[in-house]
């Protein structure tokens, strides 16, 4: 497996508020196979990091898990328009998705969980954001 060169840019993860914080961002390096590789990890109601940069045109790897706890969450990116639809329940053991995005823009991605008589996860701050640049 390539290696991944990342830079993180300041810290910070939102929970519990309705606001995404500025946040945790990772820049995506391609490895020596062109693929793009991420790892996301979903937290009590936070993703980190919660701001991704990859390459439009380039495949993009996510691995996605979340910590223990008895929290369900999971991990949504619907960006059609860009060729990407992820939706994939967590568990502590990691999920790999791959897409390549074909088109640059910010596309969010969240945890879709509404418990009943709760907010929904999305709501208390469980959103980041993929920036797909050129």
């Known amino acids: 497996m390539a290696a991944l060169a990342l830079s993180a840019v ?3 993860c939102a929970s519990g508020g309705s606001q995404q914080s ?4 990772v820049v995506a390096t391609a490895g020596a196979d062109g693929v793009q590789r991420v790892t996301i990890v979903a937290k009590s109601f936070s993703f980190s990091p919660n701001r991704v940069a990859v ?5 993009v790897e996510l691995t996605i898990s979340k910590e223990p706890d008895v929290i369900p969450h999971n991990f949504t990116l619907e960006a059609a328009e860009a060729g990407i639809t992820v ?3 967590l568990g502590t053991k990691p999920k790999v998705v791959r897409f390549t995005p ?6 969010e991605f ?3 969980k509404n418990p009943a008589l709760f907010k ?7 959103v980041g954001t993929l ?3 050129p």
């Open 102 to 107: 074909t088109k640059p823009g910010s596309y």
């Open 55 to 59: 390459k439009a045109g380039a495949p």
């Open 87 to 89: 939706s994939e329940d």
């Open 22 to 25: 500025a946040g945790e961002r």
């Open 110 to 112: 969240y945890c879709d």
């Open 131 to 133: 920036e797909v640049g």
């Open 10 to 12: 300041g810290f910070g």
């Open 120 to 126: 929904s996860h999305r709501s208390l701050g469980m």
